[in-house]
């Protein structure tokens, strides 16, 4: 069973159109959830983290939220730029100095003009 | 702003031969990490590296594969013999604790 489902798994957006994206997790114990944006070809590109349910972080466009079972990326009136395939990773609570990121698959966003 | 680097940026092989993928992580960072993506698939974990020593490894890293830190600056990933499944992009990062993990530009291994 996956730890972390993103959906949905491709979204195609007009130019100004607003939507969210979800990722919802399982995990024992959360340390942390991450997004990141990985455009073809490159690295993932961070975010934001989000450490406790309730919290939200803001930039530019984008704003990612938390609760306890998910974190959503809300995206308003986006642009064409923001195309890409937005990734969400978590960090599981536990000792030793292991801090692995589990990823979901993504959802690959298209905005056309 | 640092960044992490990695090189080379495309390595094409034949199955069977070694690979040694190399990775400048961001210069004040303790703790590094291998993960690997396979075209179409999720970001998994290989590997994370801290206090010269692994501190937890994937089932995907099996005997064919080790970390070093060499030097001060540097931090690889060798295949010992690779095999056509190794195709991947492989990713580097590191961080200053447990929080935000910062990624290289990947290397794209090709193995024919």
């Known amino acids: 069973e996956d730890q972390v489902t993103q959906s949905p798994e491709a979204l195609r957006l007009q130019e100004g159109e607003s939507s969210s994206l979800n990722c919802s997790y399982t995990?024992?114990?959360?340390?942390?959830l991450f997004w990141y944006r990985q455009d073809p070809g490159k690295g993932p590109e961070f975010l934001f983290t989000?450490?406790?349910a309730g919290e939200e972080k803001e930039k530019e466009r984008l704003k990612a939220t938390l609760t306890k079972k998910e974190s959503f990326l809300h995206i308003t009136a986006p642009k064409p730029e923001d195309s890409a395939t937005y990734l969400c990773?978590?960090?599981?609570?536990?000792?030793?100095?292991?801090?692995?990121?589990?990823f979901g698959k993504g959802t690959l966003l298209t905005v056309n003009p | 702003e640092p960044e992490v680097t990695q090189t080379p940026s495309h390595q094409v092989t034949q199955m069977g031969q070694e690979v040694i993928l190399r990775c400048v992580p961001i210069?004040?960072?303790?703790?590094f990490y291998w993960y690997r993506q396979i075209l179409g698939q999720k970001v998994e974990f290989l590997v994370s590296f801290y206090n010269n020593e692994i501190s937890e490894k994937s089932e995907i890293f099996d005997d064919q594969f080790s970390v070093e830190r060499p030097d001060g600056s540097n931090f690889t990933l060798k295949i010992r013999s690779t095999k056509l499944e190794d195709s991947a992009m492989y990713f580097c990062?590191?961080?200053?604790?447990?929080?935000?993990?910062?990624f290289g530009p990947g290397t794209r291994l090709t193995v024919l």
């Open positions: 990773a978590v960090q599981e609570r536990s000792g030793g100095s292991n801090y692995k990121l589990t």
């Open positions: 995990v024992s114990g959360l340390r942390g």
């Open positions: 210069s004040n960072h303790l703790y």
């Open positions: 990062a590191s961080t200053e604790g447990p929080n935000t993990q910062y």
């Open positions: 989000l450490y406790s």
